[in-house]
């Protein structure tokens, strides 16, 4: 059914999405570009949760282009979430939902890092059908389509395995947004031959992971925005997910935490263990 409804949901529409995330980020966000003004960034819940007017004038452009292209469908968007969390409900809806990051690493973006993103996913009744990895400072451009693979800037890319003995090199949670149990997860990582790692934008730690310039990610958050994008472009890549309770990761939320994405199973299994998981 999700393959049918894929089909015709998508039909050659690919290149049109990607053409929209393109357009929404050249008009509301990098004019913005190390132009920021002081009273252009703000605060949401904390000095470390900020938005800008990048963010929100990017996701008013995406959520008017995304629902022109696929009438009936709804947008779950970080800053519209932030203000009305019921908006987050219709991941659970039947009605299919782009799910939006509109500047993914907005610390990055204020600081004048160019390694932040926009984040788009397209999926139906949790299930994640394609999504978009664009980072425009960097001039990528990543798509997955379920069942159809990854690519990097039109090129097919595939995560591998990491080598017999090679480290693993994780991105992981800040410890400033993870709970003390969590906190005592992440410590099984302090280990011989584990590098973990603060995360950067974790839409391009996912980007890493499908191109095989990086063992895997640790988070211990599950905002949809953040995740769904990368954990489609991880799994066609030929990656795995996995969450310590060892099941799959839902976007709809509910999820045992921390959960891992890695660049193949055996390695997605070996981190799950190290973080607790039985």
Known sequence: M????????????????????????AAEIMP????L???EVLEKSGPHDLVTVADRAAEAHLTASLTAL??????VGEEAVAEDPAVYEALRGDAPVW??????GTRQ???????????????????????????????????????????????PIRSGSPAPGEVLELATSHPDYTTPDQKRALLGLQVDGVAP???????LEY???????????????????????????????????TTIAGEPFRITGGNALPFTAARDAATAERIRRLLGGA
């Open 70 to 75: 696929l009438p009936g469908s709804v947008v």
């Open 197 to 203: 790692r603060p995360c950067g934008s974790a839409g």
């Open 207 to 241: 980007l890493a992971v499908a191109r095989g310039a990086l063992s895997g990610t640790v988070f211990s958050w599950e905002y949809a925005w953040d995740h769904a994008a990368g954990l489609l472009l991880v799994a066609e890549a030929g990656g795995a997910q």
């Open 109 to 155: 973006f204020v600081n004048g890092d160019p390694a932040f993103c926009t984040l788009v996913a397209l999926a139906v009744r949790g299930e994640l059908l394609a999504s978009w990895t664009f980072a425009p400072a960097l001039e990528e451009m990543a798509i997955a389509v379920r069942g159809h693979g990854a690519t990097l800037n039109g090129r």
């Open 32 to 35: 913005h570009f190390r132009q």
């Open 2 to 25: 999700i393959e049918d409804f894929l089909e015709h949901v998508l039909g050659g529409r690919t290149t049109e999405v990607e053409e929209a995330v393109r357009k929404a980020a």
């Open 37 to 39: 003004a002081a009273h």
């Open 99 to 104: 799910i939006v990051d509109p500047v993914d």
